[in-house]
């Protein structure tokens, strides 16, 4: 037996979670099992735990879109019992049980091997949010970035404060987006030169081109402040998206790509080729500081995951929640 975060969803289709006990035989079908040692707080996460089930279709559920932990068993040769693996993506906690849980089972294709620099631990401090901004990082990297401060935006939050700790690392002066002065001391540790109030990004358009700017930036936010970035940037200058907090639409012209030439590249970290997860998972091992991931941590165990839940979908969570789902 062991422990997970289960929803459940009613007759009156109220969801609602709690920490259960469970047996191998409940889980879902796959070629590996794992013993999970950690997972994360995302906002789909939030989705799936909260009282609408958001991203869920089917009932009872464990959320949890990755995990880091020890191979247990295996039908695949690529893994072996003792193994350390990671797991973002491929609708894990959404679709396919995840890791909310001191067991998963899943597909081996969905694994990557964890890279021997990093712990299980610091893996999940990293997560899905941090594997996505190290996939922006990575795009603008190959894009151009172009002198001055690469823009981040929704800054204190997973994508965010990676993508801060990373740019900094990697030389480049950061202006981190935030909307709580209370978490600028903590952009400020990972890295940032430059605090930008929310506020000044959130105005209506006014004019689609405004002063140049941004040398690049990752957009963790989307919606109207994409907009009014997309005026900002340098010419040839890119924005890698990866959000959509601030929703899909975007009241946008085209006039920031005609005349100004912005490339908007999409981040998608969901269903990544195996090749480009495990290079970003290299990355990540080599060019985010751990003194810096460190700060990011929030510790958490399963019995606070409703709580957290909620609190992430209104914005409250600051930097990396880390589970120890055996805590």
């Excluded at 795009?139 to 939050?157: N, S």
């Excluded at 290299?282 to 510790?299: C, G, N, Q, S, Y």
């Amino acid at each position: 037996m062991f422990k997970a975060l289960v929803v459940e969803k009613n007759e009156e289709g109220k969801t609602h979670a709690a920490v259960q006990e469970l047996s191998e035989a409940q889980l879902p079908a796959g070629d590996v099992t794992v013993d999970v040692a950690y997972s994360t707080v995302n906002y789909k996460d939030g989705l799936c735990i909260g009282p609408g089930g958001g991203l869920v279709r089917n009932y009872p559920h464990v959320p949890g879109i990755d995990f880091a932990g020890t191979v247990a068993a295996s039908d695949d040769d690529r893994y072996k019992p003792g193994d350390k693996v990671v797991l973002t993506g491929w609708r894990v906690g959404e679709a396919h049980w995840g890791g909310y849980s001191q067991k998963a089972r899943v597909q081996a294709d969905w694994l990557v091997p964890l890279p021997t620099a990093l712990t299980p631990r610091q893996a999940m401090a990293v997560g899905t949010a941090g594997i996505t901004a190290m996939l922006a990082v990575m795009a603008l990297e190959k894009a151009g970035i172009k002198d001055g401060p690469v823009l981040v935006t929704g800054a204190a939050g997973g994508v965010g404060s990676v993508a801060t700790a990373i740019l900094a690392n990697l030389g480049y002066q950061v202006a981190a987006v935030t909307g709580r002065p209370e978490t600028e001391d903590y952009l400020k540790i990972l890295g940032a030169t430059q605090i930008v109030a929310r506020e000044e990004l959130n105005e209506t358009v006014k004019r689609p081109l405004e002063g140049e700017t941004w040398g690049g930036c990752v957009d963790a936010v989307g919606g109207p402040m994409l907009a009014r970035v997309l005026g900002q940037m340098q010419y040839g200058a890119s924005v890698a998206a990866v959000g959509l907090a601030g929703g899909a639409n975007l009241p946008a012209t085209v006039i920031p790509f005609l005349l100004r030439g912005v490339n908007l590249l999409g981040i998608d970290s969901v269903m990544q080729p195996f090749e480009n997860r495990q290079a970003a998972w290299a990355r990540i091992a080599t060019d985010l500081p751990m003194d810096k991931l460190e700060a990011m941590i929030v510790p958490a165990t399963l019995a606070d995951l409703p709580d957290l839940g909620r609190d992430i979908l209104k914005g409250q969570v600051k930097g990396r929640v880390v589970v120890d789902v055996n805590a």
